[in-house]
């Protein structure tokens, strides 16, 4: 979710500090084993190369598997597909949904990108918002592909097989119901997190390159306790979900790399946490 996929993306167990450590971790059960590793959706150029884990994780692993096929999102019919969903298809407005004062919240922050509210009346909140959020990490630089586009690249240069959590059209219906019913609560979050895009990403990018994560999980502890019917769609039915699949993992003979965003592998509903609950060993690189 970019950077609603990356209110998603950037939020976060335990810190490290003083270890030189990475967003990648080893899953050990059953004889087995696999990889798993947090994705920042988007980067910077200076942002690469990535920790050398990575890609030692990458190496190490038979399967890359990510939230979906990022090679759906080039998919002509998927672009169409993506416009109606975050369009409005009846004679509902963007003005509409929201109260008056989100909306002239929301027109404030967007006059202040140089974007002008009125021609996107017909966009969802969840479309406008991710527009908005952009906007705001291109002005910091962070216009390149992130860790999974990145892997997923390498990953068809190299053969390698890919599978996926989720299909494109079930992340397409997490992305069009953000805020569905409480639009106001939705609008409001992501404001305050494209203003604190400048303070906050490059320390968020800066600890999540050393396996620090105080700092995310703080963000994640704010954003589960002020919108939790948010948090429950985008982090925690995932997670559960995610589960399931991740515990077939263990009765293949394939290792594989998980890549997934860095938000939903830690906290105590995160990956790691229920990954440990199972009984698996979870160790950081």
């Known amino acids: 979710m970019k950077h609603l996929f990356l209110i998603c993306t950037i939020l976060l167990l335990c810190n490290f500090l003083g270890f030189s450590q990475s967003f990648v971790w080893k899953i050990k059960g059953k004889g087995t084993e696999f990889y798993i590793g947090g994705s920042i959706h988007i980067l910077r150029d200076q942002d690469y190369p990535l920790p050398k884990e990575f890609y030692e994780a990458y190496d190490q692993s038979d399967v890359l598997t990510t939230e979906l096929d990022m090679n759906e999102m080039k998919n002509p019919s998927n672009s169409i597909k993506m416009q109606q969903a975050l369009i409005f298809q009846d004679d509902r407005t963007l003005s509409g949904v929201l109260s008056k004062d989100v909306y002239y919240k929301l027109d404030?922050?967007?006059?202040?990108?140089?974007?002008?509210?009125?021609?996107?009346?017909?966009?969802?909140?969840?479309?406008?918002?991710?527009?908005?959020?952009?906007?705001?990490?291109?002005k910091l630089g962070v216009t390149t592909e992130g860790v999974d586009t990145h892997f997923t690249e390498k990953a068809v240069n190299d053969k390698k097989s890919r599978l996926f959590l989720e299909s494109f059209d079930e992340q397409l219906g997490f992305i069009k119901d953000m805020g569905e019913g409480n639009e106001d609560e939705f609008v409001l979050y992501s404001i305050e997190d494209i203003e604190k895009n400048e303070e906050v990403f490059t320390d968020l990018l800066e600890n999540w390159k050393k396996g620090q994560q105080e700092l995310l999980n703080d963000q994640l502890l704010e954003f589960k306790s002020n919108y939790p019917d948010v948090y429950n769609t985008l982090v925690l039915k995932r997670n559960n979900n995610w589960m399931m699949l991740l515990e077939k993992y263990m009765d293949t003979a394939e290792i594989e790399f998980v890549v997934v965003g860095a938000m939903h592998l830690v906290g105590k509903d995160g990956l790691l946490a229920q990954l440990k609950k199972k009984g698996y060993e979870v160790s950081q690189l």
């Open 108 to 138: 404030s922050v967007s006059n202040a990108m140089g974007v002008n509210l009125k021609l996107m009346e017909k966009l969802k909140p969840s479309m406008v918002v991710i527009s908005l959020s952009f906007q705001s990490l291109q």
